[in-house]
């Protein structure tokens, strides 16, 4: 409506040259600015009706292109940080991505590579294969792609399950090391190489792995 309107007064009040001139200025500036700026929507799901497996899913609704890379990265990186809290998986909707060009997969690279400092998984969902074989030319690494929403909730909910897998593994072997660095403390080790006990008893390297549980 806005190049219409600016075109009929000028074409009325200064010429029917100058009018047209500028409403095709104002309709070009238009396009730049719609594809420097495409809507960006986030919303907070959940894997399960309990709210458990949650996830961010971004919706872009236009081609990646050079304009909008650095718009695009900055609003993606804060949804992670801000709304995802640095920690919950954010899947990036690309059905509506229909073309991007080399500037875009650079772009995208260093975002994946700022996902990965935080530990932050990013997965991309519904990709066309035009556009990964563009990304893959700029050589992106741990670049995680599913096709269907079985396979998105799959691929999230055994996320979570090796964190918390990690997450328990980690107290059993600082459990495990405690142990260790108390027996290893009860122990004097003598110039022949030998243990010595507190009660004094001296034990050959063979012989106290013998005795080890």
């Known amino acids: ?49 309990d709210q ?7 919706t872009l609704d236009r081609a990646l292109l050079f304009p909008s890379v650095s718009y695009v990265r900055h609003q993606i990186n804060k949804a992670g940080i801000e709304t995802g809290q640095s920690k919950l998986p954010v899947v990036l909707d690309c059905s509506h991505i229909s073309d991007a060009d080399f500037t875009a997969a650079e772009g995208f690279k260093s975002m994946i590579s700022d996902f990965k400092k935080r530990k932050q998984p990013i997965i991309f969902f519904n ?3 035009k556009v990964v074989d563009i990304f893959m030319g700029v050589k992106i690494h ?3 792609i599913v096709n269907s929403y079985e396979e998105l ?24 090391f405690i142990v260790l660095q108390g027996q290893a403390e009860e122990r004097i080790t003598n ?3 030998n243990y010595l006990t507190n009660s004094g008893e001296s034990l050959t390297p063979v012989q106290e792995e013998s005795k080890q549980p």
């Open 1 to 49: 409506m806005i190049p219409a309107f600016a075109t009929f007064s000028c074409c009325l009040f200064w010429g029917l040259e100058y009018g047209i001139l500028v409403g095709v200025a104002i309709q070009v500036l238009v396009i730049l600015y719609q594809s420097a700026r495409p809507n960006v929507k986030v919303e907070l799901q959940a894997v399960d009706p």
């Open 52 to 58: 458990k497996g949650q996830f961010l899913l971004v």
């Open 127 to 129: 990709i066309s294969p």
């Open 142 to 144: 741990d670049f995680k």
């Open 153 to 176: 909730y799959d691929h999230i909910k055994g996320k979570q399950s090796t964190q918390n897998k990690v997450h328990n593994h980690y107290w059993v072997y600082t459990l495990y």
């Open 191 to 193: 110039p022949n190489g």
